[in-house]
Structures are given as structure tokens and as C-alpha cells.
């Protein structure tokens, strides 16, 4: 039967989930086991884990039910596809790395984000905090989430839905397994697509005049978004030489118009870019490979991406839908292109010595190429010059695994080897220099578990870490964001200590809870500038040193399976630790005080959280049949755009936000059918994000689900 949605127990996905156990009976002997997701939970990592099954019954995307978990904020630039900032625990950005069944999805196109997957192609998704396993081979400074695809032999998991702002959701997931030979297909197919025509306060410019006009409500109009993609794997499974060889393919592609810059004083009304994705993978996995204990796992992809920015109409626009003509386009007028290529692949090996101590050795290359064309500006001289990057991690770890302890002890290496350029004009006259840059560098950590008692778990972690910057960082995107070819490699000291303590587990009450404190101590720290006077232009850059400091803490009950309640908090203290900003101009180089010396960083949440309370009822007698109610709220704490202790009574800001959900759905036939409705921001609050961008407001969403499995 399947798993009914439980988004009140789920949304508080990082404590221990409902299902920790297992329970087979054979004969008269009663046999328990942990859960993969228990085990998971159990690692010595600081680690959430989303049970991904108790979503299926919702139309949650996989960024969606991120956003409900502790430590995790995403930032929207509006409605559906919009571009997204992940921040966990105060790293965002490319400090947090993503894996699609532990392959690295960095460049796989705008197509292929969390906000277009959705629930219902994965297992679970894991979210690692600070500390990595070696496994992933990723350099990422702040943390990973992976998710892990559902690996059911036989089924078909079919789902549509419709939503205001004309938005539809349509997903088809399924599998077959032929036991006999182990042939195996597995596939999943998404499209999505919306008008984002929601309303919005702000105060239009008169075109005329240039002034501007009274704050009133106005309709978003160019901001459709439409999304498709599908990932096909096709081979053998469960053989003696292997326990998967899956060939397989992920296409995907969207068409996106393009509402706004970074803030909202800047409107397009015909701006719009593409995205196209072909993926080649394969993925092998075989244990006890020539002896006993020794597992090894193979991933590898070769990206091709075609990203297409468009700006050619001769107009500019207002928020009311007038225009006016202009010389050129609305911005600067481009049909830029950018095909990126890239071989990505990743080995991991595992040995287990004895019952108590195991090895891993992993290794992940990335071979980032770029090409840039532009019929608007053929000759275009960086269009000659090399842009791409060469990324290579190596870990090797240790484990040691007792009946109440758990251990991890292991090394890094990343190697960074990038081609680019940059303008060193002291003029008008723009002056191309080639750039390279080639750096190695060694990381190193350890991270423990104990049981206390059984119901009492605590746990710490340590890492020096490094993280290299990524193509879009050095390279630009050619549409908001600039090339910065000087970037340096930023490094942090990562410390975590947490516990996870089951309070009630017998009889009808279950009761868990789960804090961490979490410090970051970060140098040569990457973030996205915003230059105030142009509110298009993005760069990223170095800030310096920035320190972390920040606890989170959940408690989620469980009555009888029936009644669900859970709460979560997150507070972050971000803090600029950069004494003096380091300028080079003609007159050389220049040292000045830095003012935000002591203060937070602008432009990020440091105090959130969720709440949710759930109910399932079964209106037949056979259990058959279960309607699920769920409400949620969700809070953020007002927070500063920009410097809050440079001048006097500082307006840039985010106000308080606070956001009710309710779910509902009615599951029919032992979970084949499958009817659902949302309303989301039910009281219709404001709710912005990034430079103060409007989300949308109340919305309605129902969906229908069928689903078969042998």
C-alpha cells in the first residue's frame, strides 16, 4: 500500500521520521531492522533527510519541501522557474553543491533545477550540513543535498495538476524489471508551466516624465515560464558482475520571459531566455568486486548546454504594459548564446576491513568548455578568447563502526586549473588579457557519533574545506551576471555539534527532538554583489572573512499515527570579519576601513522558521481509503538589503513575513487514486525575497495522482 501524505510529520523532515524501523516476521521470530533513511540520520554527518514518499501526494517540488527544513532558506525571484538562491546554515549559492544519485548537477542547465523536479521521481533527499562524506567528491563549502532517485522495480506514478496563475504540473514516473534477466527501464518525464501573472504593489514610471507614479496594484505580464524534461535509463540490474549498468539520457529544456532585473525598478516587457539540455550517463555499481567488502560505484555524464538570452524589441517598458520606443532594445541589445559542454565523472571505492573499520577512496573530475556567440555582435573579440575550467577532487577516508559509535577520519584534494580573460583598459578602449590559473589545495576532517543512551544520540564534526569557484562565477552568464576572472578559491573551517534525542517511541506517543550549533569561519568568502546604481548588474567577488555562528533546533510528535505536529527553528549570525577593503587603481594599491566591520552581512535572513499540524482520518472500514489534512506556517524575521549601520534610519529592508499553507488530500483504492488541493499564502501576505521582490500571493492548486506498482 502506499505511504499516505503526512506533510505536517514530513515537514519537520530532519528529525527521525515516523518509519525508523522495519518489522519482518518469520515464523514465531520477530526480525527489526533501521530504515535506509534511519541509517542515513545515524551517520556521524550533520545530516537531514526528506522522506521523499510522504510527498508524493502534494504538488511540493523538491525545493519546496527543502524550504521546510531547519537551516535551509530559498530565495525566489518570484512565481514558477523563477532563478532561486539555496542558503543552508549561511552559505548559499555554488557554496552548497547538488547530486543527482551522487552525480554532480552544477551545470546541468536552468532546466534542470529543485524548483522544476518533482517530489515524485525521488526516494529521499539528503542534506548534509558543513561536513561531506568523501563519497560525493565535491569541494562545497557549506554543504550537499542529494537526492537519491526511487529504485522500485515495477511501477507507474502518473500525476496532473492546475493552479492559479494558470499553472500547470505534470509529471510520469515508472520503471520495469525483468527478473529473469535483469533488464531493466527506469524513466521520468516532467512539464511545467505558468502565466506568474500574479499582482503586485509597486509604483510604475511615467515614461513621459520619468517620474514616478503613485504605489498601486498592478498585474505581472511577462512572465510566462515553461519547463520539460525526462531522464531515461535503460541496462541491466542484479547480475553476478553487476549489481546496476544503467546507460541512460536527460533532456530537458525551458523557455523563460524575463519580468525584471535584481530589483524591482527595473521592468521588461519582452525580454527572454532559453535553456536545452542533452546528458549522456551512465551509472554502474557492483559489490564484492574481486573479494568480499569491496564495493565500487562509477557515474558519469557529458553535459551539453545551450543557454539563449534575447533582447532585440525596440521599446522600454513600464509596469502598467506602456512603452515607449528606444534606439536599440530594452537593455542592450544581444542574441547571446552560450553552448557549454562538460565531462563530469565520479569513482567511488569502498573496502570493509572487518565488521569495524572500512576505507573509501573517491575521485570527481569536471571539464567545463564554453563557446559564446552573438549575431548582434559577430565580431565580438572575447568571443575568441578561451573560457573554461578543469575541477578535481580526490578524498580517502576511514571509518570505524562500533555497536554505540561511529567514526569518520579523511583527507581532500582540489585542484583548480581555469582559462579566461579580463579588460586591464586604462581607458575606454577596451584592452582583452588571457588569464589562467591553476592551484591545488588540502583539505582535511573527522566527524564522530555516540549514543548516550539508545534514545540519545550526540554528535560532532570538523572539516577545513575549500570550495572552487564555478563557471558561472568566473565566466558570467551573459545576462545578469559579470565575468570576474581574479576569483580565489574560498576556504572555511567548518565545526558541528548536535544531538537527536528520541523522547517517546512506544505505545501510541512518539516524540523526537533535534539541535545543533553550527559555526563557519570562512576566508576569501564568495558572494553575489549587487551594484546599487545599476539594478541589472550582478558579479561575484570576495568578500574576505565572514564568521558563522548559529543553532537550530526541531521537535516533531506523532499520536497514533494519526495526529501530527512539528516545529522548527533557525538562527544564523553571518558577520563580516574583513578589517580593511585592499582597492588597486593607478595610484596603486589602496587599504580602507571596511564600515561593515562587526555587522551582518545585508541581504540575508538570519532568524526563521516552520510549524505544522497535520490529521489523517480513514472514512472506511477496510482502511482503503484516508483524507489527509495539513496546515502550515512558515516566519521570517525582518533583515536589512543593505548595511543597516551606515546612515540614519535605514528603509532598506524585508519586512517580518508570515506565510499559512493548508494541504489537503483524499487517497482512494489503497493509494491508486489520489485527489489533492493546496492553498497557499492563505491570508494573502506580502512576501518578498532577494532585493525586496515580490512573491505571489494567495494560490490554489488541486492535483490528481494514479498509481500502480507490482
Same mark, same amino acid.
Given at each position: 500500500?502506499?505511504?499516505?501524505?503526512?506533510?505536517?510529520?514530513?515537514?519537520?523532515?530532519?528529525?527521525?521520521?515516523?518509519?525508523?524501523?522495519?518489522?519482518?516476521?518469520?515464523?514465531?521470530?520477530?526480525?527489526?531492522?533501521?530504515?535506509?533513511?534511519?541509517?542515513?540520520?545515524?551517520? %556521524?554527518?550533520?545530516? +537531514?533527510?526528506?522522506?521523499?514518499?510522504?510527498?508524493?501526494?502534494? $504538488?511540493?517540488?523538491?525545493?519546496? %519541501?527543502?524550504?521546510?527544513?531547519?537551516?535551509?532558506?530559498?530565495?525566489?525571484?518570484?512565481?514558477?522557474?523563477?532563478?532561486?538562491?539555496?542558503?543552508?546554515?549561511?552559505?548559499?549559492?555554488?557554496?552548497?553543491?547538488?547530486?543527482?544519485?551522487?552525480?554532480?548537477?552544477?551545470?546541468?542547465?536552468?532546466?534542470?533545477? @529543485?524548483?522544476?523536479?518533482?517530489?515524485?521521481?525521488?526516494?529521499? =533527499?539528503?542534506?548534509?550540513?558543513?561536513?561531506?562524506?568523501?563519497?560525493?567528491?565535491?569541494?562545497?563549502?557549506?554543504?550537499?543535498?542529494?537526492?537519491?532517485?526511487?529504485?522500485?522495480?515495477?511501477?507507474?506514478?502518473?500525476?496532473?495538476?492546475?493552479?492559479?496563475? +494558470?499553472? #500547470?504540473?505534470?509529471?510520469?514516473?515508472?520503471?520495469?524489471?525483468?527478473?529473469?534477466? *535483469?533488464?531493466?527501464?527506469?524513466?521520468?518525464?516532467?512539464?511545467?508551466?505558468?502565466?506568474?501573472?500574479?499582482?503586485?504593489?509597486?509604483?510604475? =514610471?511615467?515614461?513621459?516624465?520619468?517620474?514616478?507614479?503613485?504605489?498601486?496594484?498592478?498585474?505581472?505580464? #511577462?512572465?510566462?515560464?515553461?519547463?520539460?524534461?525526462?531522464?531515461?535509463?535503460?541496462?541491466?540490474?542484479?547480475?553476478?558482475?553487476? &549489481?546496476? @549498468?544503467?546507460?541512460?539520457?536527460?533532456?530537458?529544456?525551458?523557455?523563460?520571459?524575463?519580468?525584471?532585473?535584481?530589483?524591482?525598478?527595473?521592468?521588461?516587457?519582452?525580454?527572454?531566455?532559453?535553456? $536545452?539540455?542533452?546528458?549522456?550517463?551512465?551509472?554502474?555499481?557492483?559489490?564484492?568486486?574481486?573479494?568480499?567488502?569491496?564495493?565500487?560505484?562509477?557515474?558519469?555524464?557529458?553535459?551539453?548546454?545551450?543557454?539563449?538570452?534575447?533582447?532585440?524589441?525596440?521599446?522600454?517598458?513600464?509596469?502598467?504594459?506602456?512603452?515607449?520606443?528606444?534606439?536599440?532594445?530594452?537593455?542592450?541589445?544581444?542574441?547571446?548564446?552560450?553552448?557549454?559542454?562538460?565531462?563530469?565523472?565520479?569513482?567511488?571505492?569502498?573496502?570493509?576491513? +572487518?565488521?569495524?573499520?572500512?576505507?573509501?577512496?573517491?575521485?570527481?573530475?569536471?571539464?567545463?568548455?564554453?563557446?559564446?556567440?552573438?549575431?548582434?555582435?559577430?565580431?565580438?573579440?572575447?568571443?575568441?578568447?578561451?573560457? *573554461?575550467?578543469?575541477?578535481?577532487?580526490?578524498?580517502?577516508?576511514?571509518?570505524?563502526?562500533?555497536?554505540?559509535?561511529?567514526?569518520?577520519?579523511?583527507?581532500?584534494?582540489?585542484? @583548480?586549473?581555469?582559462?579566461?580573460?579580463?579588460?586591464?583598459?586604462?581607458?575606454?578602449?577596451?584592452?582583452?588579457?588571457?588569464?589562467?590559473?591553476?592551484?591545488? #589545495?588540502?583539505?582535511?576532517?573527522?566527524?564522530?557519533?555516540?549514543?548516550?543512551?539508545?534514545?540519545?544520540?550526540?554528535?560532532? $564534526?570538523?572539516? #577545513?574545506?575549500?570550495?572552487?569557484?564555478?563557471?558561472?562565477?568566473?565566466?558570467?552568464?551573459?545576462?545578469?551576471?559579470?565575468?570576474?576572472?581574479?576569483?580565489?578559491?574560498?576556504?572555511? &573551517?567548518?565545526?558541528?555539534?548536535?544531538?537527536?534525542?528520541? !523522547?517517546?517511541?512506544?505505545?501510541s506517543h512518539r516524540l523526537n527532538m533535534e539541535g545543533n550549533f553550527i559555526f563557519r569561519n570562512a576566508k576569501d568568502y564568495i558572494r553575489q554583489d549587487q551594484q546599487q546604481v545599476q539594478p541589472i548588474d550582478r558579479q561575484y567577488i570576495n568578500v574576505g572573512n565572514v564568521r558563522t555562528t548559529g543553532a537550530e533546533a526541531s521537535v516533531s510528535y506523532v499520536w497514533?499515527?494519526?495526529?501530527?505536529?512539528?516545529?522548527?527553528?533557525?538562527?544564523?549570525?553571518?558577520?563580516?570579519?574583513?578589517?580593511?577593503?585592499?582597492?588597486?587603481?593607478?595610484?596603486?594599491?589602496?587599504?580602507?576601513?571596511?564600515?561593515?566591520?562587526?555587522?551582518?552581512?545585508?541581504?540575508?535572513?538570519?532568524?526563521?522558521?516552520?510549524?505544522?499540524?497535520?490529521?489523517?482520518?480513514?472514512?472506511?472500514?477496510?482502511?482503503?481509503?484516508?483524507?489527509?489534512?495539513?496546515? *502550515?506556517?512558515?516566519?521570517?524575521?525582518?533583515?536589512?538589503?543593505?548595511?543597516?549601520?551606515?546612515?540614519?534610519?535605514?528603509?532598506?529592508?524585508?519586512?517580518?513575513?508570515?506565510?499559512?499553507?493548508?494541504? %489537503?488530500?483524499?487517497?482512494?483504492?489503497?493509494?491508486?487514486?489520489? !485527489?489533492?488541493?493546496?492553498?497557499?499564502?492563505?491570508?494573502?501576505?506580502?512576501?518578498?525575497?532577494?532585493?525586496?521582490?515580490?512573491?505571489?500571493?494567495?494560490?490554489?492548486?488541486?492535483?490528481?495522482?494514479?498509481?500502480?506498482?507490482?
Open positions: 500500500m502506499l505511504t499516505t501524505t503526512n506533510l505536517a510529520a514530513q515537514s519537520l523532515v530532519d528529525t527521525i521520521p515516523v518509519d525508523t524501523l522495519k518489522h519482518v516476521r518469520v515464523g514465531e521470530v520477530l526480525v527489526t531492522g533501521k530504515t535506509a533513511i534511519r541509517k542515513v540520520k545515524e551517520q %556521524a554527518f550533520n545530516v +537531514n533527510v526528506i522522506d521523499a514518499k510522504q510527498l508524493y501526494n502534494s $504538488s511540493v517540488d523538491i525545493n519546496q %519541501a527543502l524550504n521546510r527544513t531547519t537551516g535551509v532558506r530559498i530565495r525566489e525571484d518570484g512565481g514558477l522557474g523563477s532563478t532561486f538562491n539555496f542558503s543552508l546554515n549561511g552559505f548559499s549559492g555554488k557554496q552548497v553543491k547538488f547530486f543527482l544519485d551522487g552525480l554532480p548537477m552544477d551545470n546541468f542547465g536552468s532546466s534542470l533545477t @529543485l524548483n522544476n523536479l518533482p517530489a515524485t521521481m525521488a526516494e529521499r =533527499i539528503e542534506i548534509y550540513k558543513g561536513v561531506l562524506p568523501v563519497s560525493l567528491g565535491a569541494d562545497a563549502l557549506g554543504g550537499a543535498v542529494n537526492i537519491v532517485t526511487r529504485p522500485d522495480a515495477n511501477y507507474l506514478d502518473a500525476s496532473y495538476g492546475y493552479g492559479s496563475f +494558470n499553472t #500547470h504540473k505534470a509529471s510520469v514516473n515508472g520503471a520495469f524489471t525483468d527478473a529473469s534477466n *535483469g533488464f531493466t527501464v527506469r524513466a521520468n518525464a516532467f512539464y511545467n508551466y505558468s502565466d506568474n501573472n500574479y499582482k503586485i504593489n509597486v509604483q510604475p =514610471i511615467d515614461l513621459v516624465s520619468g517620474q514616478d507614479m503613485p504605489a498601486q496594484e498592478v498585474e505581472r505580464f #511577462h512572465d510566462n515560464y515553461r519547463s520539460i524534461g525526462a531522464q531515461v535509463d535503460v541496462g541491466i540490474t542484479g547480475r553476478s558482475y553487476a &549489481d546496476h @549498468l544503467l546507460f541512460g539520457a536527460v533532456v530537458s529544456g525551458n523557455d523563460k520571459d524575463i519580468q525584471t532585473g535584481v530589483t524591482m525598478e527595473q521592468v521588461f516587457g519582452a525580454r527572454t531566455s532559453k535553456s $536545452s539540455s542533452i546528458i549522456p550517463t551512465l551509472k554502474y555499481k557492483k559489490s564484492d568486486m574481486f573479494l568480499e567488502g569491496l564495493d565500487f560505484t562509477l557515474y558519469s555524464a557529458y553535459n551539453l548546454t545551450t543557454n539563449n538570452f534575447t533582447d532585440t524589441t525596440r521599446l522600454r517598458y513600464n509596469w502598467l504594459g506602456e512603452s515607449v520606443p528606444t534606439t536599440t532594445a530594452e537593455l542592450s541589445r544581444t542574441q547571446l548564446k552560450n553552448k557549454d559542454n562538460e565531462f563530469l565523472t565520479s569513482a567511488n571505492l569502498a573496502y570493509s576491513v +572487518n565488521n569495524n573499520h572500512a576505507i573509501s577512496l573517491n575521485y570527481a573530475l569536471t571539464d567545463f568548455k564554453r563557446k559564446s556567440s552573438d549575431v548582434e555582435n559577430p565580431n565580438n573579440p572575447t568571443f575568441l578568447l578561451p573560457q *573554461g575550467l578543469r575541477k578535481q577532487t580526490m578524498g580517502l577516508a576511514w571509518q570505524a563502526t562500533y555497536d554505540r559509535f561511529t567514526s569518520t577520519v579523511f583527507g581532500k584534494l582540489f585542484n @583548480l586549473q581555469a582559462e579566461s580573460f579580463e579588460n586591464v583598459s586604462t581607458n575606454t578602449v577596451a584592452d582583452y588579457v588571457e588569464t589562467k590559473m591553476d592551484q591545488t #589545495h588540502f583539505g582535511y576532517g573527522a566527524a564522530a557519533a555516540y549514543f548516550v543512551t539508545p534514545q540519545l544520540q550526540a554528535k560532532a $564534526s570538523y572539516e #577545513h574545506t575549500y570550495r572552487l569557484p564555478e563557471a558561472t562565477e568566473l565566466l558570467g552568464d551573459g545576462l545578469y551576471v559579470r565575468r570576474n576572472a581574479n576569483l580565489k578559491p574560498e576556504k572555511s &573551517d567548518n565545526l558541528n555539534l548536535g544531538v537527536l534525542y528520541t !523522547i517517546l517511541s512506544d505505545g497514533n499515527n494519526q495526529l501530527f505536529a512539528s516545529v522548527n527553528a533557525t538562527y544564523q549570525d553571518i558577520n563580516d570579519r574583513t578589517k580593511f577593503l585592499t582597492s588597486e587603481n593607478l595610484n596603486g594599491t589602496q587599504q580602507n576601513p571596511n564600515l561593515n566591520y562587526g555587522f551582518r552581512l545585508p541581504n540575508m535572513p538570519y532568524l526563521f522558521g516552520n510549524a505544522n499540524l497535520g490529521a489523517r482520518f480513514h472514512p472506511s472500514p477496510n482502511n482503503d481509503n484516508a483524507l489527509n489534512l495539513n496546515y *502550515g506556517v512558515s516566519y521570517v524575521e525582518k533583515y536589512y538589503l543593505t548595511p543597516n549601520q551606515i546612515g540614519r534610519d535605514n528603509k532598506d529592508r524585508i519586512p517580518r513575513q508570515i506565510s499559512h499553507d493548508i494541504f %489537503a488530500d483524499y487517497t482512494l483504492g489503497g493509494g491508486k487514486y489520489v !485527489i489533492a488541493f493546496e492553498c497557499r499564502n492563505v491570508a494573502n501576505g506580502k512576501l518578498y525575497d532577494n532585493y525586496l521582490l515580490q512573491k505571489p500571493g494567495r494560490s490554489f492548486f488541486l492535483k490528481l495522482r494514479y498509481f500502480i506498482k507490482k
